[in-house]
């Protein structure tokens, strides 16, 4: 949250078409807070991109794509990547393996009760690099939750895993900070600025037969 993450994707984005690059920015349908498919970031910088339902097979897909442009997509940018199914990890695995694309995925390790997404721990399974992006807690330690936060600013321990939100309901924090949910709302409105340096970050690299994944690992 507020990690500059889709920026980043954006970015990179902007960088390959500048250079005359093949590439497809994607993201799971069930992200659907801009209500087109669009990748928007806080800063107002977008760009279109296609949906991945539940129910895409992504081999198939870029295997389609391939045949019909008569070219392999160099760069395939995929954000919110732990809403990806096990089996859309292991079918951009063989995208990568068979096509010799690349692929960077951008989403979050963990969910609020600090457990993995099904995305986010079969990248972690199966990718071959790991690279991490810290961030830091209120109180100045590492950051190891993406912990949810009521309306009163309060943290919430109980609810499903998924529930679409931004900023108003979300904050990283730290594994003590949590365990004590402690947040002080004078500390959540005056640090809203320095978000961006606090998110339970994942960027995910599949690149020409292996895994690179930039992440917050937690110690």
Known sequence: MGSAKTALLLTTAYNFEE?????????????NREKENVIQSRIGIKRKCTWIYPDTNLYEFFKQVFNE???VINWILIDEAQFLTREQVDQLARV?????SNVICYG???????????????????ADTI??????CTCGR???????????GMVVTEGSQVEIGGDDK?????????????????EQNALKFEWFCRDNL???????ARFVIQSELFS
Request: hydrophobic fraction near 35%; charged fraction near 30%.
């Open 170 to 186: 979300y904050i990283a924090l730290c594994r003590r900070c949590w365990r004590n949910r402690r947040i002080e709302s004078s």
């Open 96 to 100: 990568v393996d068979d096509f010799g």
């Open 202 to 208: 994942i960027a995910i690299h599949i690149q020409k």
């Open 142 to 152: 590492k950051t190891i939750i993406n912990a949810r936060i009521d309306s009163n």
């Open 69 to 71: 442009k008569l070219v």
């Open 108 to 126: 979050l390790r963990t969910d609020f009760q600090s457990k993995m997404f099904e995305g986010s721990q079969r990248l972690f399974e199966i």
């Open 19 to 31: 250079r005359g690059m093949q590439y497809m920015c994607m993201k799971p349908s069930i992200d």
């Open 131 to 136: 690279d991490e992006i810290k961030s830091t």
